[in-house]
C-alpha cells in the first residue's frame, strides 16, 4: 500500500509534558513485594530494595510515579507505614483481599524513587477517610518543621520535607467497587474541600480529580461534568483509566482502540471546556491518564482466585505476560498521548513491576523486560519535545470499535534542544508493507541518525526470564534524502526514527 504523509515544522501540536510517560505502582500483589522491595534477594540494597528491577526501571527514565493506590488507597491508612518497622501492623487489604505487612511505607518508596531521580504522584484517600487524614499526610510529608507531623517524621530521620507537588484526589470514586464509593456530587465537594486544603499546605501543587474508571462507566461522562461542577477552580486535572484487551482476537479491532481513546479524551475535553465556560474560569484543567494499559490475558481467571481467597500476603496477582501484539497496541496508544499533548499532560503506565507491568520479577529469582518495556522507553526516551501535527494519507480500515482507521499510525517530536525529529510509526496492516513518502516541510537538511525497529514475530510471543525474543533492533529499508523520508515499512512492525535536523 502505498502512503504519503507530511511534517511540517511549524505546524505544532504542543509542548509535551515529560510527566506524558510516568507511571503508577499500587500495594497489590507482588509490585512493591518481591517486585521492587525484596530483603534477603541476592540484587537487595541495604533498603531491601531490587538492584536488577532499579536497573530496568532506571532505564525508562520515568518522571514521575503514582503511588500508593489504585483501589488499595481507599481503605489505606498511611501511618500504618511509617515509623520501626517491627511496631508496624499487618493489615486486611480490602481492594484486593491480602494482607499488607506495611513494611513499606511513604519513607522507604520515597527513598526508592529519589534514588532513581523519580518525583511522586500520591493518592490519599477519600474512600475510608477524608481532609483530616489527608491533610495530616501532606504535612508529613511536605511541612518543614516544627509541627506535630512535621517532627514525627524528622524523628523517623527524614530532616528534609519531600516538597511533593502532584497530589490525586482519590481514586475511581466512581466505582461502585471502591471502598468509600460516591455519588458526583458528593465527591466533587470533598475533592473541593480536600484540594484547598492540600493547596494550603503546599502552594502551588497540582491537584489531580478522579474522572470516570473508564469510558464505559454508566455514570460516563456526566460523572466528569458533575465532579468538575463542584471543583473547577480548584483542581489542575480530571484523569482518565483504561485498560484494552483483544478477549475476541480480532488484531484490527484491538488496534483500533486506539482511536476510540482518542475520541474518550475529545469527550472529556469537551467536558472540560463546557464546565470551564460555564463557570466563567478562567484557569484550565488538563487530563491525567493516570491508569493505562493491556490487561486482559489472565484477568478473568485472576478475578475468580483473588475473590475467594484467603488473604495472602503478596500474592502473584494480575501478572500478564505481554505478546508483541501488545507491543504494537502499546505503541500506538502512545502515539496517540503524544497527538493529544495538548490536552493531555500526564500519563501513567500501569503498572510498573509484576502487576499488569513492563518489568516482571520473579521471587528470589531474574528480572526481566516484557514485551510492552520497548515502546514506552522508547517513547519516554525521544518522544519528548514538541509534538508535530502528521498527515496520513493511505488506506484505512473500519473495525468494531471504530471507522477510518489508517493501518499506518504515526507521531512526531520535535526536540529543539537536541536538534531531533522523532518519528514513531507503526504498520497496523497484517499482511501489506507500507510504501512510505514522507515530506519533511522545514527539515530539508534532515538526517537519519538512527532508527530501531520491533518486528517479524508471531502475534503471540512473549519475553520471558533469560528469553527477551521481542526487543528492538536497528532498522533498514528507509531513508531520507532532500527533505523526504522514503521506503518500506513491513507489516505488523514498529519502527523509531531519529532525524538529526
Ligand atoms: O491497576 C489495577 C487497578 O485498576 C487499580 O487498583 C484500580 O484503580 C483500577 O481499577
Not at 491533610?135 to 517524621?153: I, K, M, Q
Not at 460516591?182 to 492540600?198: P, S, V
Amino acid at each position: 500500500m502505498r502512503v504519503s504523509a507530511a511534517i511540517h515544522r511549524a505546524f505544532e501540536i504542543s509542548e509535551i509534558d515529560d510527566r506524558l510517560y510516568a507511571a503508577f505502582i499500587e500495594h497489590m500483589g507482588r509490585a512493591i513485594y518481591s517486585g521492587i522491595y525484596e530483603p534477603g534477594h541476592p540484587e537487595a540494597d541495604a533498603n531491601g530494595f531490587r538492584r536488577d528491577v532499579a536497573g530496568l526501571v532506571r532505564d525508562l527514565k520515568i518522571p514521575a510515579i503514582r503511588y500508593p493506590g489504585g483501589n488499595f488507597v481507599s481503605a489505606y491508612n498511611w501511618e500504618d507505614g511509617i515509623g520501626p518497622k517491627e511496631d508496624r501492623p499487618t493489615r486486611l487489604d480490602l481492594a484486593w483481599r491480602s494482607k499488607e505487612s506495611n513494611q513499606v511505607g511513604i519513607n522507604e518508596f520515597a527513598t526508592w524513587a529519589n534514588e532513581l531521580g523519580i518525583d511522586m504522584m500520591l493518592a490519599v484517600n477519600l474512600g475510608s477517610r477524608g481532609i483530616s487524614d489527608a491533610r495530616n499526610f501532606a504535612e508529613y510529608v511536605n511541612h518543614p518543621s516544627g509541627t506535630y507531623w512535621s517532627d514525627l517524621r524528622r524523628s523517623h530521620g527524614v530532616e528534609q520535607p519531600y516538597n511533593v507537588k502532584m497530589w490525586c484526589l482519590g481514586n475511581e470514586m466512581d466505582g461502585p467497587w471502591q471502598i468509600g464509593h460516591k455519588e458526583a456530587k458528593e465527591y466533587g465537594r470533598l475533592a473541593d474541600e480536600t484540594a484547598k486544603a492540600l493547596r494550603q499546605l503546599t502552594p502551588g501543587a497540582e491537584m489531580i480529580v478522579c474522572g470516570s474508571s473508564n469510558n464505559e462507566m454508566p455514570t460516563y461522562p456526566d460523572w466528569e461534568r458533575g465532579v468538575l461542577e463542584e471543583c473547577y477552580e480548584n483542581v489542575d486535572y480530571i484523569s482518565l483509566h483504561n485498560y484494552y484487551g483483544n478477549s475476541s482476537r480480532d488484531t484490527l479491532n484491538f488496534f483500533g482502540k486506539v482511536e476510540e481513546t482518542g475520541r474518550y479524551i475529545q469527550a472529556i475535553s469537551g467536558v472540560i471546556d463546557f464546565v470551564k465556560a460555564k463557570k466563567r474560569a478562567k484557569n484550565d484543567v488538563h487530563i491525567c491518564f493516570d491508569e493505562w494499559n493491556v490487561w486482559y490475558h489472565d484477568r478473568e481467571e485472576d478475578s475468580r482466585r483473588w475473590r475467594t481467597w484467603d488473604w495472602p500476603e503478596a500474592p502473584a496477582l494480575l501478572e500478564e505476560s505481554y505478546t508483541f501484539e501488545d507491543t504494537l497496541f502499546v505503541a500506538c496508544l502512545l502515539n496517540e498521548f503524544i497527538r493529544r499533548s495538548d490536552r493531555v499532560k500526564i500519563a501513567c503506565i500501569a503498572q510498573l513491576v509484576n502487576v499488569i507491568a513492563p518489568i516482571r520479577a520473579e521471587a528470589g529469582g531474574p528480572a526481566w523486560r516484557q514485551s510492552i518495556y520497548w515502546p514506552y522507553q522508547l517513547a519516554s526516551l525521544y518522544g519528548r519535545g514538541r509534538a508535530l501535527r502528521v498527515s496520513v494519507d493511505g488506506p484505512t480500515y473500519d473495525c468494531k470499535v471504530a471507522d477510518d482507521v489508517a493501518y499506518l499510525d504515526v507521531a512526531a517530536t520535535h526536540d529543539t534542544q537536541a536538534g531531533t525529529v522523532t518519528l514513531f510509526i507503526v504498520n497496523r496492516h497484517l499482511t501489506e508493507a507500507a510504501d512510505l513518502r514522507m515530506a519533511l516541510t522545514g527539515f530539508e537538511n534532515a538526517r537519519l541518525a538512527e532508527h530501531q525497529v520491533i518486528e517479524g514475530h508471531d502475534l503471540m510471543t512473549r519475553n520471558g526470564p533469560g528469553q527477551e525474543t521481542i526487543a528492538p533492533v536497528p532498522g533498514k529499508g528507509l531513508a531520507v534524502e532532500d527533505g523526504t523520508l522514503g521506503g518500506a515499512i513491513a507489516p505488523l512492525s514498529y519502527h523509531v526514527l531519529r532525524l538529526r535536523v
